[in-house]
């Protein structure tokens, strides 16, 4: 049996990431979706909440596990026996981050390989900070996020201050 581990923070899952997951369980026997718990950037979902939204999307598919994880990516591959790493790519920059990030895991790991599966071309423009930025403006979300996300993320803004200014740049 090949098992993988797609790791992220899923702030919230989309369906960019949806994407992802549904093809690597394609080619392997499980798919291990691991939401990681204390990323380095600021998060509006709690682990426990993402690890929710997670399991809600793929309630369906026996061949996708979701669970939380903390520490090293490659140490949580080796205690829950992944033989691969699953990432996506969307855009030319991702690759220079995600090549980056290969190559330290295979130092850490060499017996852990790396696989980059290419997204689909309607989400090459989806990520999580798109996705909740255009919530937090009260944008419709609804064509990047499954329903029960776009739920999810109107309570989350609707409990939001009104003095709170997405990251980015799409209100300008």
Same mark, same amino acid.
Not at 116 to 130: G, K, M, N, P, V
């Given at each position: 049996?090949?098992? /993988?581990?797609?790791?992220?923070?899923?702030?919230?899952?989309?369906?960019?990431?949806? #994407?992802? +997951?549904?093809? +690597?369980?394609?080619?392997? *026997? $499980?798919?291990?979706?691991?939401? %990681?718990?204390?990323?380095?950037?600021?998060?509006t979902f709690t682990p426990e909440e993402r690890i929710a939204l997670v399991t809600e999307a793929f309630k369906d598919n026996p061949?996708?596990?979701?669970?939380? %994880?903390?520490?090293?990516?490659? =140490?949580f591959a080796r205690k829950i026996d992944a033989d691969v790493i699953v990432r996506g790519l969307r855009v030319f920059s991702d690759?220079?981050? =995600?090549?980056?990030?290969?190559?330290? @895991?295979?130092?850490?790991?060499? #017996?852990?390989?790396?696989?980059? &599966?290419?997204?689909? =071309? $309607?989400?090459?423009? &989806?990520?999580?900070?798109?996705?909740? $930025?255009? +919530?937090?403006? @009260?944008? #419709?979300? !609804?064509?990047?996020?499954?329903?029960?996300?776009?739920? /999810? &993320?109107?309570?989350?803004?609707?409990?939001?201050? #009104?003095?709170? !200014?997405?990251? @980015? +740049?799409?209100? *300008?």
């Amino acid at each position: 049996m090949v098992r /993988a581990l797609f790791p992220g923070t899923f702030d919230p899952i989309h369906y960019g990431h949806i #994407d992802i +997951a549904e093809r +690597a369980a394609r080619l392997f *026997d $499980e798919v291990v979706m691991a939401v %990681y718990d204390k990323p380095l950037k600021s998060l509006t979902f709690t682990p426990e909440e993402r690890i929710a939204l997670v399991t809600e999307a793929f309630k369906d598919n026996p061949k996708i596990k979701v669970t939380g %994880y903390s520490g090293l990516t490659v =140490e949580f591959a080796r205690k829950i026996d992944a033989d691969v790493i699953v990432r996506g790519l969307r855009v030319f920059s991702d690759f220079e981050f =995600e090549f980056r990030m290969a190559l330290a @895991n295979h130092r850490l790991a060499s #017996d852990i390989e790396i696989v980059a &599966l290419i997204t689909a =071309e $309607e989400h090459t423009f &989806l990520s999580s900070s798109t996705v909740k $930025e255009i +919530a937090m403006l @009260n944008g #419709d979300v !609804s064509s990047m996020v499954p329903p029960h996300v776009h739920g /999810a &993320l109107k309570e989350k803004v609707s409990h939001m201050d #009104d003095g709170h !200014s997405p990251p @980015n +740049a799409l209100r *300008d």
